[in-house]
T-cell receptor, first 108, second 114 residues
Framework: KNEVEQSPQNLTAQEGEFITINCSYSVGISALHWLQQHPGGGIVSLFM???GKKKHGRLIATINIQEKHSSLHITASHPRDSAVYICAVLEYGNKLVFGAGTILRVKS | DAGVTQSPTHLIKTRGQHVTLRCSPI?????VSWYQQVLGQGPQFIFQ???????GRGNFPDRFSARQFPNYSSELNVNALLLGDSALYLC?????????????FGSGTRLTVV
């Protein structure tokens, strides 16, 4: 079993829909990152969380440390949100462990 | 202010050869980490350096090595290349170690081994 599990693996949405991507982890962590990767490979850091909830524009990230679970929400989705979304946890010892990613496609 | 820069962007090597990948962190960032991303998978941690010392190593063979220079730039070296080493190699920098500091990623070096 992977230390970081994401669901769904693939997600197709219609423009304007509310999107949720989930991340569960099995190890103790000091922080959790949500990352966005576009074709070509570049990774952009969206959020770093250690507790609670963060919001940036149409993106919201939440984390429940007790349940070892985090969610990334996208409100009013747009085709430009199409990308791979990756959850990564920072283990004690400064090692980043990544999920396999969720491929999101938003259709207009 | 420049972001994390990696060079080269693309590279084709033959099995058995050696490769050196380079990473320049954001100015002021003292920690650099390296990741391997095979097509269709999430990145895998290879190394982390802070203040020129290795502070973490992933589950990779000894063919993989790295170092960090006094200006905090870093090199990743891979010897005796195998076809399975074909991947996107990502570098990330952060101010220091610990959960307080976020990571900034470079655009990666795409290595193809033929």
């Amino acid at each position: 079993k992977n230390e970081v599990e994401q669901s769904p693996q693939n997600l197709t949405a219609q423009e304007g829909e509310f999107i949720t991507i989930n991340c569960s982890y099995s190890v103790g962590i000091s922080a959790l990152h949500w990352l966005q990767q576009h074709p070509g490979g570049g990774i952009v850091s969206l959020f770093m969380l250690s507790s609670g909830k963060k919001k940036h524009g149409r993106l919201i990230a939440t984390i429940n440390i007790q349940e070892k679970h985090s969610s990334l929400h996208i409100t009013a989705s747009h085709p430009r949100d199409s990308a791979v979304y990756i959850c990564a946890v920072l283990e004690y010892g400064n090692k980043l462990v990544f999920g396999a990613g969720t491929i999101l496609r938003v259709k207009s | 202010d420049a972001g994390v820069t990696q060079s080269p962007t693309h590279l084709i090597k033959t099995r058995g050869q050696h490769v050196t990948l380079r990473c320049s962190p954001i100015s002021g960032h003292k920690s650099v980490s390296w990741y391997q991303q095979v097509l269709g998978q999430g990145p895998q941690f290879i190394f982390q350096y802070y203040e020129k010392e290795e502070r973490g190593r992933g589950n990779f063979p000894d063919r993989f090595s790295a170092r960090q220079f006094p200006n905090y730039s870093s090199e990743l070296n891979v010897n005796a290349l195998l076809l399975g080493d074909s991947a996107l190699y990502l570098c990330a920098s952060s101010l220091a170690l610990g959960s307080t500091y976020g990571y900034t990623f470079g655009s990666g070096t795409r290595l193809t081994v033929v």
